[in-house]
Nanobody, 126 residues
C-alpha cells in the first residue's frame, strides 16, 4: 500500500497562485501513476490532472488546462500541482490519488485509483 498526504492548500484571491504537494510513503513511488481530483461542496468529485509514473505524460481537465501544471519528483516521493490564475470556481477540497503504473484506463476515472489522501482545502475568493 501507499500512503498519501497532501499539503499546501489555503485561502487566496482570484488570480493568485497556489502550489499543492502530495507526499507518498509505503511503497516505491515510481510504481504509481498519480492524479489530482477535487470536490466542491454539493458537487461530485472531479478529475483535475494526472501524471504517468515517469512524468513523461500528463493529463488535464479542460477546466484547468493552461492554468494548472502537474509534476512529480520520484526521488522525493512527491507529486505537485501548481495552480495559477485561480478562480472562485476552483474552490474545493483537493485530493491526490495513486493507481498502479501499468494502469491503462482513463486517467480521469477516479474509481480506478485505490489510494487516496485526506485532502487539502483550497478557497479562492472573488
Amino acid at each position: 500500500q501507499v500512503q498519501l498526504v497532501e499539503s499546501g492548500g489555503g485561502l487566496v484571491q482570484a488570480g493568485a497562485s497556489l502550489s499543492l504537494s502530495c507526499a507518498a510513503s509505503g511503497r516505491t513511488f515510481s510504481d504509481y501513476r498519480m492524479g489530482w481530483f477535487r470536490q466542491a461542496p454539493g458537487k461530485e468529485r472531479e478529475f483535475v490532472a494526472a501524471i504517468s509514473w515517469s512524468g513523461g505524460r500528463t493529463y488535464y481537465a479542460d477546466s484547468v488546462k493552461g492554468r494548472f501544471t502537474i509534476s512529480r519528483d520520484n526521488a522525493k516521493n512527491t507529486v505537485y500541482l501548481q495552480m495559477n490564475s485561480l478562480r472562485p470556481e476552483d474552490t474545493a477540497v483537493y485530493y491526490c490519488a495513486a493507481v498502479g503504473r501499468y494502469y491503462s484506463g482513463s486517467a480521469s476515472e477516479g474509481r480506478a485509483y485505490p489510494y487516496w489522501g485526506q485532502g487539502t482545502q483550497v478557497t479562492v475568493s472573488s
